[in-house]
Structure formats: structure tokens, C-alpha cells
């Protein structure tokens, strides 16, 4: 069965960093792309960050410079180390992967085939 498990998320300050965890199972995801997306209430979902099977990655402008994706393939797991938080980046956050391609992963949800169930990121001021 497919699925992906994310973790890691909270409540911090502004200012502060948090690193959340996808764990994948039941498909050979770091194969294709995979990336991480964000929504927050009442807005649309976005991409966050992708990275492929090369270890390319595409970051959203808004986070450049302060989140990094990466990914261990040994361990079937998809990490986003979020740093220097801002209110803003409250969302919840998900985990997603795409089946089918592997290179020139794109930040678009629509992209993506495969979902976890998200994790809270909740940043105060």
C-alpha cells in the first residue's frame, strides 16, 4: 500500500526552525520526485520545495534562502529543514510524490500523484 507519513511539525516562535520528516512506503518513490507543499487556511495549496531522483531540487521563491528539501535514500525518507520562520509559513504541510517523473520536477500540486496527510507548522510573532 502507498503512503507516505509526515512528522515533525509544531508551534515555534518566529525566528526559530523546525525539520519535518516524510517516511515513504509501499512505492519506490525516490525514483521520481517528491517535494513538499503547504496550505494555509483559506488559501490555495502551493509548493514549498521538489527535489528528483537526481537530487535536483526547485525551492518557491518565499522560502528561498531559509528551507532546504533533501532526501536519504536508504531510508525512504524526505526531509524539509525549515529555518528562520515567519508567521506566514503557518500552514498545514504535506508530503507528495510524483509516479511518473523523475527529472524536472515541477512545484505545481497538480503534479504530484501521491499524498501523506499533512503536519501542522504553526509560527507565532
Known amino acids: 500500500q502507498v503512503q507516505l507519513v509526515e512528522s515533525g511539525g509544531g508551534s515555534v516562535q518566529a525566528g526559530g526552525s523546525l525539520r519535518l520528516s516524510c517516511a515513504a512506503s509501499?512505492?519506490?518513490?525516490?525514483?521520481?520526485?517528491m517535494g513538499w507543499f503547504r496550505q494555509a487556511p483559506g488559501k490555495q495549496r502551493e509548493g514549498v520545495a521538489v527535489v528528483g531522483s537526481d537530487g535536483t531540487t526547485s525551492i518557491a521563491h518565499s522560502v528561498n534562502g531559509r528551507f532546504t528539501i533533501s532526501k536519504d535514500n536508504a531510508k525512504n525518507t524526505l526531509y524539509l529543514q525549515m529555518n528562520s520562520l515567519i508567521p506566514e509559513d503557518t500552514a498545514m504541510y504535506y508530503c507528495?510524490?510524483?509516479?511518473?517523473?523523475?527529472?524536472?520536477?515541477?512545484?505545481?500540486?497538480?503534479?504530484?500523484?501521491?499524498w501523506g496527510r499533512g503536519t501542522q507548522v504553526t509560527v507565532s510573532s
Open positions: 509501499g512505492y519506490t518513490y525516490m525514483r521520481y520526485c
Open positions: 507528495a510524490a510524483d509516479k511518473t517523473r523523475s527529472s524536472g520536477c515541477k512545484l505545481g500540486p497538480g503534479f504530484m500523484d501521491y
